[in-house]
């Protein structure tokens, strides 16, 4: 049994009956023009990834559901198959890749000669999945971005193969906009960016210690973000693949498009880690020559917004937004989200003129136009409020559903400015409103 890493959350799992190609991204620009591959992909990815009978793909995240690259992949490939967990809730991976025209097989288990595949959707909350890559008393694990949470999907996959599996593929670090989104001085961001840092790092701790497997492959990490997003790379608190050799002495780095053959434990394009007990910041990435040069050249791309050419919105649109969302998300506390009109994505409250006020609370679903920031004040009244500013053609496509929230934020296409405490201590309730925060979806 031989895994291959390619880029980001892309392996391929091979057996002597059957080969899966696992969550192929390699469009660049995804969540909206923001994410971009590092490193920088060299050569046509249909062809140096080649033929696979299977294509898995985890969920519906576009750096794992790639529709641009599976149709050009099927061009050339047609007879692989796409396949999905079944269960995922809503059906919403299946649902999209039929509006992009690509068919796709939900399956559970599988059997493919002496290899089984198990397909296992993630725990309560999650859209996630991971698969299972069984043969004789060899088995892989892709856990893709499964969450511990409540432990439920990693102990279901120790009960499918009946003990800990040969080789665990875990994630190490993550997305999000915090903290590099957020409205705070540069000492604060390189203090929280470090947090997370080691946060990642100790999720990936506890994610190895339930698996117990053979061998882990740190995987499904390494991006950059582009356009005028690329300042904020320094505060993202991503960890570094090779971080983990530090703690871990069963862990592998492979280089793209190098390989691991659990059968035979050779290797192909391994990484060298840092010293026993090291645990090296990511930014040292950022002082590499290549690096610094391919971030100066894809802060020059446009986003997907850029030339979008939409009228303003209207106070209609706002209500019917706002109770769509309230529909869908009910909040018990007064909580405003302020959304600068006139802003170029990145002002704050003192730097802006027109907002649209939204209080969340059910009961309430208070929608006000203001101009000037004394208004703001009057009209929130001291409740928690927290300034949501992105460019104005974008805010018009997520209100109008051209565009997704959770697309934003985890693109870091916003900026967040929590203006009192409450609002920091309470916003992530308020923000599961604000992923609904549309007349619904168009795109």
């Known amino acids: 049994m031989r895994v291959t890493y390619y880029y980001s959350a892309c392996v391929a799992v091979s057996t002597r009956d059957v080969s899966v190609l696992c969550d192929p991204w390699f469009t660049e620009g995804v969540y909206d023009g923001a994410w971009y591959h590092w490193p920088p992909i060299d050569g046509d990815p249909v062809e140096f990834v080649g033929k696979h009978d299977f294509i898995y793909v985890s969920h519906l995240h576009p750096d794992h559901y790639d529709a641009q690259f599976l149709h050009s992949y099927l061009e050339s490939y047609p007879e692989a198959q796409i396949i999905v967990a079944e269960g995922l809730p809503g059906k919403l991976l299946s649902s999209r890749m039929e509006k992009d025209g690509l068919e796709c097989k939900s399956v559970q288990v599988m059997a493919l000669g002496a290899t089984i595949l198990y397909l296992v959707a993630a725990g309560p909350g999650e859209i996630d999945s991971a698969l299972l890559v069984a043969r004789g008393d060899e088995s892989v694990a892709n856990m893709n971005d499964c969450i511990v949470g409540d432990q439920s999907t990693y102990k ?27 409205v705070y001085p540069d000492h604060f961001l390189q203090i929280a960016a470090s947090h997370k840092q080691l946060g990642f790092l100790g999720t990936y701790e506890t994610k190895r210690y339930l698996l117990q497997a053979k061998v882990n492959m740190p995987f499904a990490g390494q991006y950059l973000l582009g356009g005028r997003l690329a300042d904020r790379n320094w505060a993202r608190g991503a960890a570094d693949a090779v971080d983990v050799l530090a703690f871990d002495p069963s862990a592998i780095v492979l280089q793209p498009r190098c390989w691991y053959d659990i059968t035979t434990g050779e290797a192909a394009g391994m990484q060298v880690g840092p010293d026993a007990g090291e645990i090296v910041s990511a930014l040292r990435t950022e002082r590499l020559p290549s690096y610094v040069e391919h971030a100066e050249l894809i802060s020059k791309n446009p986003m997907a917004y850029d030339f979008d050419d939409e009228p303003e919105l209207e106070l209609r649109e706002w209500r019917a937004a706002a109770k769509r969302a309230s529909s869908r998300e009910e909040i018990e506390m007064d909580f405003w989200f302020a959304f600068p009109t006139d802003a170029n994505g990145t002002a704050t409250l003192l730097e802006s003129e027109r907002f649209c006020l939204v209080n969340v609370k059910s009961d309430a679903n208070e929608v006000v136009l203001v101009d000037s920031y004394n208004a703001v004040w009057e009209t929130t009244s ?21 565009y997704h929230w959770n697309n934003c934020e985890v693109g870091s296409q916003w900026t967040v400015q929590w203006v009192n405490q409450e609002a920091e201590q309470l916003g992530k309730y308020a923000e599961k409103w604000l992923w609904n925060f549309s007349v619904g979806a168009t795109a």
């Open 156 to 182: 279901k996959v120790r009960e499918l193969l009946g003990g800990s599996p040969s080789m665990a593929l875990l994630s190490y670090t993550g997305a999000g906009s915090y903290p590099q989104s957020w």
């Open 382 to 402: 001291g409740h928690p409020l927290a300034v949501v500013t992105v460019p104005p053609q974008y805010l018009r496509g997520l209100i109008r559903g051209r």
